[in-house]
């Protein structure tokens, strides 16, 4: 399911100090020469060049917009969960000076102001006047008036648009990135994740008896679960697991009766943050005793922010589900 949350930005400055050296002769040239060099140096590190990146810079977000910075972001509201977990994992945590209402990761986002969800709350915004604004698609869509009203601020507002595969949220990490000044901290997530998902992928390469594997993003009475298009099913592809579902695409909702139908040899749930016991319930529904993944008690909760949530830590829970369904490969 889908997160909402909004974001906002501001009007800012720092950077750039602007030096006079007077140049003479002798030994005052050879001084005027080092506080050259090192006005250089402190040029680089304010417009981000420590970072092999310089402003002003125009990118293009998720809107097809141009969008152009003209100086490195100091502060930053961020309305979209995922685009927090970016911008704190690039090491921006104290630029960060607003969130979305759901915001949950790292801990030390829950210390942030609130800033709304699906509706911004555009007062809030304009006190905290960030450099930018991460919002979603969502919002360009169904609030452009107060984007407007952003950017007529000083705002500059960067539309993170909807992820459903790895390449997406590498694609959102190396947009988040460039608007903050942070590509070379970006590339370093963009190159771990990509080599711990290519040894996942490498070591479930030698599985010849592939596992049916059921996803449940939502409890009984509504089932829902996730088909193609959607990070799970990504997920199960590249640990050689089917996805009992692939025959559907993206989130839909099935009856008791179609999922027993598919004999799946694993169950996945990721409700256990507000359901309690899911395993249990699931172990205890009626007419499910036959389904392999219950007779041989293979029911498992995972953390639903690590496999649903666009963000970094969707590489954990790669790593999770590899462990859960195929332990004699993996938990080696």
Excluded at 157 to 167: M, Q, T
Excluded at 180 to 204: L, P, V, Y
Excluded at 236 to 249: G, K, M, P, V, Y
């Amino acid at each position: 399911m889908k997160a909402f949350f909004k974001k906002w930005g501001l009007l800012s400055a720092v950077f750039l100090v602007s030096m006079v050296i007077i140049v003479g002769c002798g030994t005052q040239k050879k001084t005027a020469q080092s506080e050259t060099n090192e006005g250089k140096e402190v040029s680089q590190q304010e417009t981000g060049k420590e970072s092999g990146q310089s402003f002003p810079i125009t990118l293009t977000d998720d809107a097809g917009r141009e969008v152009t910075i003209e100086e490195k972001p100091e502060t930053i509201v961020s309305i979209q969960a995922s685009s927090t977990e970016i911008a704190f994992a690039l090491g921006l945590g104290d630029k960060i000076v607003g969130v979305s209402d759901y915001d949950n990761y790292p801990p030390e986002a829950l210390e942030k102001e609130k800033v709304g969800a699906q509706d911004i709350n555009i007062e809030r915004v304009l006190t905290l006047l960030p450099d930018i604004a991460l919002v979603t698609d969502f919002h360009y869509k169904t609030h452009p008036d107060t984007l407007k009203q952003f950017e007529e601020a000083g705002i500059k507002v960067i539309v993170v648009g909807s992820a459903a595969s790895f390449d997406d949220v590498y694609h959102n990490i190396e947009m988040i990135g460039s608007a903050t000044g942070s590509e070379t901290e970006a590339n370093e997530i963009i190159s771990d994740m990509k080599k711990r998902f290519s040894a996942i992928k490498e070591k479930a390469a030698a599985i010849k008896d592939k596992k049916k594997v059921w996803v449940e993003v939502a409890p009984a009475p509504d089932i829902f679960t996730t088909g193609t298009n959607t990070f799970m099913h990504e997920m199960l592809e590249s640990i050689q697991a089917t996805n009992a579902a692939e025959e559907h695409e993206g989130w839909v909702k099935l009856t008791e009766e179609e999922i027993v139908k598919l004999n799946p040899d694993v169950i996945i749930t990721t409700y256990g943050y507000y359901v309690e016991n899911p395993k249990e319930q699931v172990l205890a529904r009626k007419g499910w005793a036959e389904v392999p993944a219950l007779k041989n008690k293979q029911v498992f909760d995972v953390d639903n922010d690590t496999v649903t949530r666009p963000g970094p830590r969707l590489i954990e829970g790669v790593e999770t589900l590899a462990e859960l369904i195929y332990p004699e490969v993996f938990k080696q």
